[in-house]
């Protein structure tokens, strides 16, 4: 059984009298339009139910049932999206005026309405639940994954900090030396390569082409610091 929302009404014979007060002035206004355009289809209508098709937007069915044509209740529902939300609709009003006007009986004896929300069916319950069964699965697998990626990033960064040889200071600054002055040697470190950048800074650094001493022997240094970490 659906959820249900019970609206006494004033008892009054007319059906605006009876209802009016529990549909908002905008609603009952649009519900008229649709009545008054002939939009309110009918398709069953006895003494204790009505059904009905309004062909305006999408469409909405409307459904209205008591238990007897004696009976001072009587249940309304639509599958329009404002009544899902616990609220008469403009659908249930424009059916209530075609009733009114076609079957005046099924009103006579109503002095109460029940507004009820569909129960889902066994299918439609099973399958939402197996919606939410695959959300939460998929949800957790996406978790897991982000994880393991985490995980993994953090084993590349740590083997790269492992890879990278640590050398002594002396060793660091020879290869800063180099750097600064425009020879890189840490990434291709070979005889070949000290010998070269030592013999083009010489050709700057050395006292008879206008270098220093100072400047000559720290060259000097650096290259056999660097000349022995090969040995």
């Given at each position: 059984m659906g959820t249900c929302k019970s609206l006494?009404?004033?008892?009054a014979k007319v059906l605006a009298q009876k209802i009016q007060g529990y549909f908002k002035p905008e609603v009952q206004k649009n519900g008229e339009d649709y009545f008054r355009k002939g939009l309110v289809h009918l398709s069953i209508a006895s003494d204790t139910q009505v059904q009905a098709f309004i062909k305006a937007g999408?469409?909405?069915?409307?459904?209205?049932?008591?238990?007897?044509?004696?009976s001072s209740e009587m249940t309304a529902r639509c599958t329009c999206p404002i009544f899902s939300k616990g609220s008469l609709c403009k659908h249930i009003w424009a059916t209530l005026l075609a009733v009114e006007k076609k079957h005046?009986?099924?009103?006579?004896?109503?002095?109460?309405?029940?507004?009820?929300?569909a129960a889902e069916s066994?299918?439609?319950?099973?399958?939402?639940?197996?919606q939410a069964e695959f959300k939460k699965?998929?949800?957790?697998?996406?978790?897991?994954?982000?994880?393991?990626?985490?995980?993994?990033?953090?084993?590349?960064?740590?083997?790269?900090?492992?890879?990278?040889?640590?050398y002594p200071p002396e060793v660091q600054?020879?290869?800063?030396?180099?750097?600064?002055?425009?020879?890189?040697?840490?990434?291709?470190?070979?005889?070949?390569?000290?010998?070269?950048a030592k013999k083009k800074l010489a050709r700057i650094f050395h006292p008879d082409l206008g270098g220093h001493h100072k400047e000559i022997t720290t060259l000097n240094h650096y290259s056999e610091i660097?000349?022995?970490i090969l040995d």
């Open positions: 006494s009404l004033n008892g999408t469409g909405a069915r409307v459904h209205l049932a008591a238990v007897a044509i004696s005046p009986d099924f009103l006579d004896s109503k002095s109460e309405i029940v507004a009820t929300v066994p299918g439609t319950s099973e399958r939402k639940a197996k699965a998929q949800s957790a697998r996406l978790k897991e994954r982000n994880q393991q990626q985490r995980l993994e990033k953090k084993q590349l960064k740590r083997s790269a900090q492992q890879a990278v040889p640590s600054a020879a290869f800063d030396y180099f750097d600064e002055n425009g020879f890189p040697l840490k990434d291709d470190l070979s005889e070949e390569s000290i010998r070269l660097l000349m022995k």
